[in-house]
C-alpha cells in the first residue's frame, strides 16, 4: 500500500482528549446531551450505547429516554420539547431512523436549532448552506473536514468531488469545503462520466452507501480519498465483513491518503457530537470558546 493511512480512531482520540481535559476544568454544572431511542432497532441501540460510553467518558452528563415502538407523534414531540426547555440539556439527539409512522422531518424540527447538536435542523442546514459559522454542521461532515485539516494540506484551490447528494453528507459536506475555498462537484446515480469526474479530484468524498463501488483507477494519483461508506458484505466463506464505498485495496494502491474502513470516519462521528455539545454549552453559559473548538 503506498497511501498514507488516515486514522479516525488516533484523530478521534485527539479531539475526544481535547474535550474531557477542558471539561475537567469547568465548575459548576457540566455539558448535558441527551439521546432520544424510539423502538428496538439494534444497530440504533448499538448507537446509542457507544454515545452513552463516549459522553460520560468525557466528563458529561448523559440523559438517555428510550421509548416503545408505539410512541405516538405527540408524545415524541412532547419529550422533545420537555428537552428544549430543560436547563440541564446542552445537545439532544433523536436516533434516526424512528418508525415509520413517525415524521422524522417534523421531529427533527422541533429540536431547539441551538441544541441540535446532529446538525439537521432546517436552520442549520440554512446556515450551513450559506457559510453562518454559527451553524451546528451534522457530525460525519464536520470530522471529515477536521481529518483533511489534520493532514497539513492547504484546501484552497483544491479540487474536490463529493460522491452523495443527502442532507446528512453529501451536501454539507459539499458546502464545508467550499467553506475552504475548495472548487466542489457533487454527483450522484444520474452523473454523466462518473469515473472520469472522479478521476479529476484531489479530494475524494464518497458517500453513496454502494459497497466498494470506487476502484483505484477512478482515483487521481495521490489524491485524498474520504471513505464515509459503511456497508456489510457477505464473503466467500459466508462471513459478513464491513466495507467502504471505495475499494480499498486498488484505492490504496493510486491515493495519496486515505481513510480505512472501519476505523477511519466512524470514530470521528461520535467525537464531533461531543464537540457539537460542546460547544453549545459554551455558547449557552457564556464560557470562552477554546479555538480548537470553533
Known amino acids: 500500500m503506498s ?37 428496538q432497532d439494534p444497530a440504533s441501540q448499538v448507537y446509542v450505547r457507544n454515545k452513552k460510553r463516549a459522553v460520560e467518558e468525557a466528563g458529561m452528563l448523559s440523559r438517555e429516554h ?66 453562518d459559522p454559527s451553524a451546528l454542521v451534522p457530525c460525519t461532515p ?39 475555498s475548495c472548487t466542489v462537484t457533487i454527483v450522484h446515480s444520474r452523473t454523466k462520466n462518473l469515473a472520469e469526474t472522479c478521476r479529476r479530484a484531489d479530494i475524494l468524498v464518497a458517500a453513496v452507501g454502494r459497497p466498494e463501488m470506487v ?15 459503511i456497508n456489510r458484505i457477505e464473503t466467500p466463506e459466508g462471513k459478513t465483513k464491513l466495507v467502504g464505498d471505495v475499494h480499498f485495496e486498488s484505492a490504496s494502491k493510486v491515493a495519496g491518503a486515505i481513510t480505512p474502513v472501519p476505523g477511519g470516519v466512524g470514530p470521528m462521528t461520535i467525537a464531533m457530537l461531543l464537540q457539537n455539545t460542546l460547544r453549545t454549552f459554551c455558547l449557552r453559559e457564556g464560557v470562552a470558546t477554546p479555538d480548537w473548538l470553533i
Open 3 to 39: 497511501a498514507k493511512l488516515i486514522d479516525g480512531k488516533a484523530s478521534a482520540g485527539r479531539v475526544r482528549g481535547r474535550i474531557g481535559d477542558f471539561v475537567a476544568t469547568l465548575s459548576g454544572r457540566k455539558p448535558g446531551l441527551a439521546v432520544v431511542l424510539v423502538g
Open 66 to 131: 428510550q421509548l416503545p415502538e408505539n410512541t405516538s407523534e405527540k408524545d415524541l414531540l412532547g419529550l422533545v420539547q420537555q428537552l428544549n426547555a430543560d436547563p440541564a440539556i446542552d445537545g439532544i439527539l433523536v436516533q434516526l431512523p424512528l418508525p415509520e409512522h413517525l415524521n422524522a422531518d417534523l421531529v427533527i424540527d422541533t429540536i431547539d436549532p441551538s441544541k441540535d447538536v446532529d446538525g439537521f435542523h432546517i436552520i442549520n442546514a440554512g446556515k450551513i448552506a450559506v457559510g
Open 142 to 180: 464536520y470530522g471529515c473536514l477536521v481529518m483533511l485539516n489534520e493532514l497539513g494540506h492547504k484546501l484552497a484551490g483544491q479540487d474536490a468531488v463529493v460522491m452523495g447528494r443527502s442532507n446528512i453528507v453529501g451536501k454539507p459536506m459539499a458546502s464545508l469545503l467550499l467553506s475552504q
Open 215 to 229: 476502484i483505484g483507477n477512478w482515483v487521481k494519483p495521490g489524491a485524498t480519498v474520504i471513505d464515509v461508506g
